[in-house]
């Protein structure tokens, strides 16, 4: 077991092996319930899994000493917890860079476009504005919670692929709805439930939030998101432990006691839990979790979103017009957006959104297979943008998939499970509690969902102590 380096030598508390709560995961949910039941003075301590803070939010550095999101990177004027929390924290955010014209690339030709209407034709816009006035319906019809009722288990019955197959009549509708799953979700339509998706699209205020520059990718954090996660672990003094996985949590009515292979049991009045529910299955419960809350675990589904950074001596995309947006039809590189710093004399930096769900040579997959994705990559954006994308100074990519404690990147719920399982995601079992952004009705898997669920699960301790 190692101490986080802020405040490694404080940890008196969980030496005598007793406290108020144990959190189990340093993401954003469980290191702002920590901050948060800390201030409310409660004995605290946080368990996390990896050698690092932070879980989805992980921004490294390049070797032009560059921060770049791996993880989480934008937020949106919708998301009003997240931003909250960051003016409380005094962290900056920095505007998405929007000044010029997009690239759409379908059917084999590149189009230029301003705004946020692609230009698809008549019949592609005819289709793909009827399928967001009908999405933007079935948001509204829902909830809250949106997973609960009749209608939301009509909606769960059914995948969101086969939707798009029955509504969805164009290949260039198809195509900028698949990347809104893509984006979304991390995997294809016919493996999401369609109630995932509207509900998806209700918490986000309607589908155009999640499409466009002025909606969820309005800002990115300044200094990469890692800075909120650090700032808030940098306020826990000592109360971290990383390498300290949690795999076994016994429990009575009113106590718990957590361990895991070589650390000392640690006894608490609550305990919460912030991962995902399909990495959650790694904890074994004596006596056995609830049947339903089991089967949730068990048959919970994340989806997986690759992210290469292309770095460059400066943004020359800019010179020539362009925002650095793109998206196409074709290849492993289905979308960019232009992810430099603000400062107008720093490098350039590309960011490519890489669909490791749908490719054609699964040795792409291997965790050595860097060189062959990066030469995969270039070739695709060369067909957007031209040879000067061919010679990047540096290029980072992170395999989530190849992550320790983490099941993927975002929530991709399969059908059938949302609308009859949904009130397990939060119902506490004795005194074990759930937070993490999949348990957020608002903005689930976002950074919004992740500090919505935090401060729904602390007023659940803080009453229950009551
Ligand atoms: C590539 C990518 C892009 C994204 N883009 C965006 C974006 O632009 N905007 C946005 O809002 N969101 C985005 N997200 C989603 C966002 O990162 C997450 O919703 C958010 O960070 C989740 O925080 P969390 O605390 O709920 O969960 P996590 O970050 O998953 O934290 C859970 C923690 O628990 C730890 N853990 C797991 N099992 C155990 C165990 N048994 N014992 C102890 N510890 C354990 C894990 O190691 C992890 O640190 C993105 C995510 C990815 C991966």
Not at 189 to 211: C, R, T, Y
Not at 226 to 251: K, N, Q, V
Request: glycine residues 12%; charged residues 20%; contains cysteine.
């Amino acid at each position: 077991m190692r101490e986080h380096a802020a405040g490694a030598n404080h940890l008196p508390t969980v030496r005598s092996g007793e406290v108020d709560v144990v959190v189990v995961g340093a993401g954003l949910a469980g290191l702002l319930a920590a901050r948060r039941l800390h201030q409310a003075g409660m004995n605290v301590v946080v368990c996390e899994a990896k050698d690092r803070l932070g879980g989805r939010m992980l921004t490294t550095t390049s070797t032009a000493g560059l921060p770049v999101d791996a993880g989480a990177a934008w937020v949106g004027p919708g998301q009003k917890a997240v931003l909250a929390l960051l003016e409380e924290l005094g962290i900056a955010l920095v505007p998405q860079y929007d000044d010029g014209a997009n690239l759409l690339h379908m059917d084999g030709r590149t189009h230029r476009y301003q705004g946020s209407v692609p230009p698809v034709g008549l019949m592609g816009l005819f289709d793909l504005g009827r399928a967001q006035y009908a999405l933007d319906r079935m948001a509204h019809r829902l909830g809250p919670p949106p997973w609960h009722g009749a209608y939301a288990r009509r909606l769960d019955a059914q995948t969101f692929g086969g939707w798009m197959r029955r509504h969805v009549h164009t290949h260039a509708g198809r195509m900028v709805l698949e990347a809104a799953a893509a984006g979304g979700f991390g995997c294809r339509p016919e493996a999401l439930s369609l109630l995932a998706f509207a509900a998806h699209v209700g918490g986000a205020g309607g589908l155009s939030s999640l499409l466009e520059v002025s909606g969820a990718l309005k800002y990115r954090i300044a200094g990469g998101a890692g800075s909120l996660t650090g700032r808030l672990a940098a306020d826990l003094d000592g109360r971290i432990l990383t390498g300290h996985p949690i795999t076994h949590i016994s429990r009575t009515d009113h106590t718990a006691c957590v361990s895991g292979p070589g650390s000392a049991p640690v006894t608490a009045r609550h305990v919460l839990i912030t991962t995902d529910p399909a990495t959650a299955q790694a904890i074994a419960h004596d006596p056995p979790l609830p049947t339903a809350r089991a089967d949730l675990q068990r048959r919970w589904q994340m989806g997986h979103a690759s992210k290469s950074h292309l770095i460059y001596s400066r943004p020359w995309w800019r010179d020539q017009g362009l925002t650095g947006a793109a998206v196409t039809d074709r290849g492993l590189a289905r979308m960019t957006f232009d992810v430099s710093p603000p400062d107008p004399d720093a490098p350039g930096v590309l960011l490519a959104f890489v669909d490791l769900g749908d490719v054609d040579d699964p040795d792409l997959l291997r965790p050595g297979a860097t060189p062959e994705r990066e030469r995969r990559v270039l070739d695709d954006l060369e067909a957007l943008f031209g040879e000067h994308v061919r010679a990047p100074l540096d290029y980072l990519e992170h395999d989530w998939a190849a992550e320790p404690w983490q099941s993927g990147c975002v929530p991709a719920p399969p059908p059938g499970l949302l609308a009859s399982h949904h009130p397990w995601l939060t119902q506490p079992i004795g005194p074990l509690h759930w937070a993490g952004a999949e348990t957020s009705y608002l903005w689930e898997g976002h950074m919004e969902g992740a500090v919505r669920s935090a401060d729904r699960a602390v007023t659940e301790i803080l009453t229950a102590r009551q």
